[in-house]
Protein backbone atom coordinates (compact mmCIF):
# COMPACT_ATOMS: atom_id res chain seq x y z
CA UNK A 1 0.00 0.00 0.00
CA UNK A 2 1.25 3.50 -1.07
CA UNK A 3 -0.03 6.46 0.91
CA UNK A 4 -0.18 10.29 -1.31
CA UNK A 5 1.57 12.91 0.27
CA UNK A 6 0.68 13.89 3.83
CA UNK A 7 -1.98 10.76 4.25
CA UNK A 8 -1.63 8.55 7.82
CA UNK A 9 -3.87 6.03 8.94
CA UNK A 10 -6.12 7.89 11.83
CA UNK A 11 -8.45 10.65 12.42
CA UNK A 12 -6.64 14.20 11.51
CA UNK A 13 -8.05 17.21 14.00
CA UNK A 14 -5.99 19.95 12.87
CA UNK A 15 -3.86 20.59 9.54
CA UNK A 16 -2.59 23.15 7.97
CA UNK A 17 0.05 23.46 4.14
CA UNK A 18 2.65 25.54 4.33
CA UNK A 19 5.32 26.19 1.60
CA UNK A 20 5.24 22.52 0.31
CA UNK A 21 5.13 20.79 4.29
CA UNK A 22 1.81 18.57 5.11
CA UNK A 23 1.69 19.14 9.17
CA UNK A 24 -1.21 17.37 10.91
CA UNK A 25 -2.42 16.51 14.18
CA UNK A 26 -3.85 13.02 14.44
CA UNK A 27 -5.56 10.24 16.50
CA UNK A 28 -4.73 6.52 15.53
CA UNK A 29 -7.67 4.55 14.32
CA UNK A 30 -6.32 0.91 14.21
CA UNK A 31 -4.77 -1.50 16.36
CA UNK A 32 -1.35 -2.73 15.45
CA UNK A 33 -2.74 -5.95 13.58
CA UNK A 34 -4.87 -3.71 11.72
CA UNK A 35 -1.98 -1.49 10.21
CA UNK A 36 -0.90 -3.31 6.72
CA UNK A 37 2.55 -2.79 5.29
CA UNK A 38 2.87 0.31 3.61
CA UNK A 39 5.22 2.94 2.18
CA UNK A 40 5.01 7.16 1.57
CA UNK A 41 5.45 8.72 -1.33
CA UNK A 42 7.00 11.18 0.76
CA UNK A 43 9.67 12.06 3.63
CA UNK A 44 8.05 12.53 6.98
CA UNK A 45 8.24 13.42 11.00
CA UNK A 46 6.32 11.55 13.73
CA UNK A 47 6.39 13.34 16.99
CA UNK A 48 4.51 10.46 19.24
CA UNK A 49 2.56 12.96 22.17
CA UNK A 50 1.60 9.26 23.53
CA UNK A 51 3.21 6.51 24.83
CA UNK A 52 3.50 3.27 23.12
CA UNK A 53 4.25 3.79 19.37
CA UNK A 54 6.36 1.01 17.40
CA UNK A 55 8.40 2.41 14.63
CA UNK A 56 11.50 1.01 12.40
CA UNK A 57 13.38 4.42 13.08
CA UNK A 58 16.17 3.72 15.57
CA UNK A 59 19.63 4.83 16.51
CA UNK A 60 22.34 3.31 18.95
CA UNK A 61 20.40 3.69 21.95
CA UNK A 62 16.84 2.57 20.16
CA UNK A 63 16.57 -0.73 18.57
CA UNK A 64 14.67 -1.34 15.68
CA UNK A 65 11.36 -1.83 16.30
CA UNK A 66 10.83 -0.57 19.54
CA UNK A 67 8.35 1.15 21.41
CA UNK A 68 8.63 5.08 21.72
CA UNK A 69 7.25 6.97 25.15
CA UNK A 70 5.69 10.55 24.42
CA UNK A 71 7.87 12.91 23.14
CA UNK A 72 9.72 10.97 20.84
CA UNK A 73 10.61 12.47 17.36
CA UNK A 74 11.17 9.88 14.61
CA UNK A 75 11.94 10.29 10.75
CA UNK A 76 10.71 8.34 7.82
CA UNK A 77 13.15 8.83 4.64
CA UNK A 78 10.48 8.11 1.20
CA UNK A 79 9.80 4.57 0.18
CA UNK A 80 10.76 3.23 3.50
CA UNK A 81 7.96 -0.23 3.65
CA UNK A 82 7.17 -0.20 7.32
CA UNK A 83 4.13 -0.89 9.72
CA UNK A 84 5.14 1.96 12.45
CA UNK A 85 1.65 2.05 14.50
CA UNK A 86 0.77 2.41 18.61
CA UNK A 87 0.23 -0.10 20.54
CA UNK A 88 -3.31 0.94 21.07
CA UNK A 89 -5.62 2.82 18.96
CA UNK A 90 -6.23 6.49 19.75
CA UNK A 91 -2.36 7.75 20.37
CA UNK A 92 -1.51 11.38 19.33
CA UNK A 93 0.92 11.94 16.94
CA UNK A 94 2.15 15.11 15.13
CA UNK A 95 2.82 14.85 11.15
CA UNK A 96 5.19 16.56 9.07
CA UNK A 97 5.45 15.42 5.20
CA UNK A 98 7.24 17.00 2.25
CA UNK A 99 9.82 15.53 -0.55
CA UNK A 100 13.13 16.14 0.23
CA UNK A 101 15.69 18.22 -2.02
CA UNK A 102 17.16 15.82 -5.08
CA UNK A 103 20.29 14.95 -3.79
CA UNK A 104 20.00 15.05 0.19
CA UNK A 105 21.76 12.35 2.16
CA UNK A 106 18.33 10.77 3.76
CA UNK A 107 19.91 8.04 5.34
CA UNK A 108 17.70 4.95 7.76
CA UNK A 109 14.57 5.73 9.46
CA UNK A 110 16.10 7.30 12.75
CA UNK A 111 14.99 8.24 15.99
CA UNK A 112 15.99 11.94 16.36
CA UNK A 113 17.40 13.65 19.70
CA UNK A 114 18.50 16.55 18.25
CA UNK A 115 17.68 19.39 20.64
CA UNK A 116 16.98 21.99 17.85
CA UNK A 117 14.45 19.71 16.12
CA UNK A 118 12.86 18.35 19.08
CA UNK A 119 11.92 22.25 20.36
CA UNK A 120 10.92 23.07 16.58
CA UNK A 121 8.67 19.94 16.62
CA UNK A 122 6.69 20.54 20.17
CA UNK A 123 6.38 24.70 19.67
CA UNK A 124 4.96 23.04 15.77
CA UNK A 125 2.40 21.31 18.17
CA UNK A 126 1.37 24.76 19.65
CA UNK A 127 1.09 26.77 16.46
CA UNK A 128 -0.91 23.89 14.91
CA UNK A 129 -3.59 24.48 17.81
CA UNK A 130 -4.03 28.33 17.87
CA UNK A 131 -3.58 28.60 14.11
CA UNK A 132 -3.76 32.23 13.29
CA UNK A 133 -3.67 34.51 9.97
CA UNK A 134 -0.19 34.93 9.17
CA UNK A 135 1.31 32.53 11.20
CA UNK A 136 2.45 30.80 8.00
CA UNK A 137 6.27 31.75 8.02
CA UNK A 138 6.64 30.59 11.74
CA UNK A 139 4.91 27.50 10.75
CA UNK A 140 7.76 27.16 8.04
CA UNK A 141 10.22 28.42 9.91
CA UNK A 142 9.94 25.28 12.66
CA UNK A 143 9.30 22.40 10.17
CA UNK A 144 12.49 24.13 8.14
CA UNK A 145 14.26 23.62 11.70
CA UNK A 146 13.34 20.24 11.76
CA UNK A 147 14.35 19.05 8.17
CA UNK A 148 17.72 20.86 8.57
CA UNK A 149 18.28 18.28 11.27
CA UNK A 150 18.11 15.18 8.98
CA UNK A 151 19.32 16.42 5.29
CA UNK A 152 22.87 17.21 4.01
CA UNK A 153 23.88 17.62 0.85
CA UNK A 154 27.64 18.36 -0.28
CA UNK A 155 27.04 22.11 -1.14
CA UNK A 156 26.00 22.69 2.30
CA UNK A 157 29.62 22.21 3.47
CA UNK A 158 30.73 24.80 1.75
CA UNK A 159 32.74 27.94 3.51
CA UNK A 160 32.33 31.01 3.93
CA UNK A 161 28.83 32.25 3.10
CA UNK A 162 28.52 31.83 -0.96
CA UNK A 163 26.94 35.20 -2.89
CA UNK A 164 23.61 33.51 -2.81
CA UNK A 165 23.23 33.48 0.99
CA UNK A 166 24.17 37.24 1.19
CA UNK A 167 21.75 38.09 -1.62
CA UNK A 168 18.88 35.90 0.47
CA UNK A 169 19.44 37.92 3.74
CA UNK A 170 19.48 41.63 2.15
CA UNK A 171 16.38 40.21 -0.04
CA UNK A 172 14.39 39.20 4.14
CA UNK A 173 15.38 42.79 5.16
CA UNK A 174 13.88 44.49 1.80
CA UNK A 175 10.78 42.01 1.05
CA UNK A 176 10.05 41.39 4.89
CA UNK A 177 7.01 43.72 4.78
CA UNK A 178 5.50 42.14 1.95
CA UNK A 179 2.55 39.90 3.42
CA UNK A 180 2.78 36.19 3.53
CA UNK A 181 6.85 36.45 2.80
CA UNK A 182 7.71 32.71 2.96
CA UNK A 183 11.63 31.62 3.11
CA UNK A 184 10.73 29.37 -0.01
CA UNK A 185 10.06 32.62 -2.22
CA UNK A 186 13.51 34.00 -0.99
CA UNK A 187 15.20 30.44 -1.82
CA UNK A 188 13.25 30.43 -5.12
CA UNK A 189 14.68 33.65 -5.97
CA UNK A 190 18.31 32.87 -5.37
CA UNK A 191 18.18 29.86 -6.91
CA UNK A 192 18.54 26.87 -3.96
CA UNK A 193 16.15 24.43 -1.90
CA UNK A 194 14.57 26.33 1.20
CA UNK A 195 16.27 23.14 3.45
CA UNK A 196 19.38 24.59 2.10
CA UNK A 197 18.84 28.02 2.58
CA UNK A 198 17.31 27.13 5.97
CA UNK A 199 20.70 25.30 7.23
CA UNK A 200 23.30 27.54 5.53
CA UNK A 201 21.51 30.96 6.97
CA UNK A 202 21.22 29.26 10.65
CA UNK A 203 25.53 28.06 10.20
CA UNK A 204 26.17 31.67 9.26
CA UNK A 205 23.99 33.84 11.06
CA UNK A 206 23.12 32.23 14.19
CA UNK A 207 19.24 31.90 13.31
CA UNK A 208 16.59 30.61 10.97
CA UNK A 209 15.78 32.80 7.75
CA UNK A 210 11.83 31.97 8.99
CA UNK A 211 12.82 34.17 12.11
CA UNK A 212 14.87 36.73 10.49
CA UNK A 213 11.67 37.63 8.40
CA UNK A 214 9.66 37.41 11.95
CA UNK A 215 12.56 40.07 13.41
CA UNK A 216 13.05 42.41 10.29
CA UNK A 217 8.93 42.61 10.30
CA UNK A 218 9.15 43.26 13.50
CA UNK A 219 12.02 46.26 13.16
CA UNK A 220 10.16 47.57 10.36
CA UNK A 221 7.17 47.79 13.18
CA UNK A 222 8.87 49.23 15.81
CA UNK A 223 9.71 52.17 13.73
CA UNK A 224 6.22 52.78 12.87
CA UNK A 225 5.03 52.43 15.98
CA UNK A 226 7.41 55.11 17.80
CA UNK A 227 6.39 57.65 15.63
CA UNK A 228 2.62 56.58 16.72
CA UNK A 229 1.35 55.35 13.68
CA UNK A 230 -2.19 53.59 14.64
CA UNK A 231 -1.72 50.05 15.33
CA UNK A 232 -4.13 48.65 12.43
CA UNK A 233 -2.14 50.83 9.86
CA UNK A 234 0.90 49.60 11.27
CA UNK A 235 -0.21 45.76 10.88
CA UNK A 236 -0.65 46.62 7.43
CA UNK A 237 2.30 49.14 6.44
CA UNK A 238 4.56 46.26 7.94
CA UNK A 239 3.32 42.91 5.90
CA UNK A 240 1.22 41.62 9.06
CA UNK A 241 -2.11 39.84 8.60
CA UNK A 242 -3.91 42.21 11.05
CA UNK A 243 -3.27 44.03 14.19
CA UNK A 244 -4.15 40.66 16.50
CA UNK A 245 -0.88 38.93 14.61
CA UNK A 246 1.42 42.09 14.91
CA UNK A 247 0.23 42.29 18.86
CA UNK A 248 1.65 38.79 19.16
CA UNK A 249 4.47 38.91 16.63
CA UNK A 250 6.01 41.80 18.22
CA UNK A 251 5.81 40.70 21.51
CA UNK A 252 7.73 37.17 20.84
CA UNK A 253 10.59 39.38 19.31
CA UNK A 254 10.44 42.33 21.84
CA UNK A 255 9.48 40.96 25.03
CA UNK A 256 6.36 43.24 25.63
CA UNK A 257 3.15 45.00 23.21
CA UNK A 258 3.70 48.04 20.51
CA UNK A 259 1.46 50.09 23.49
CA UNK A 260 4.77 49.78 25.73
CA UNK A 261 7.08 49.75 23.31
CA UNK A 262 5.23 53.03 21.94
CA UNK A 263 5.31 54.36 25.67
CA UNK A 264 8.73 53.59 26.48
CA UNK A 265 9.90 56.59 24.06
CA UNK A 266 7.25 59.61 25.14
Known amino acids: MSFLPGAFLG ?13 GLWRAS ?17 LALDGGYRSLAHDPQSPRDASFGPGALL ?22 SFMPPKGAAQGDPLRLRDSCAGTAARRLVGRLARLSAGDEVAVEGLVLDMASAVLSAGELDEDPAPDWLLRADQMIWDLCVQPGLEVREVAREVGVHPVSLARRYRRHFGRSPATAIRIARADQAAV ?43
Open 11 to 23: DRSRATDVAGFKV
Open 224 to 266: FVARGVDLAETADRAGYADQSHLTREFGAVYGLTPARYRAAFV
Open 30 to 46: LPPEGVPTHVHEDAHFV
Open 75 to 96: WNPPGVEHRDSFEKPGGRFLSV
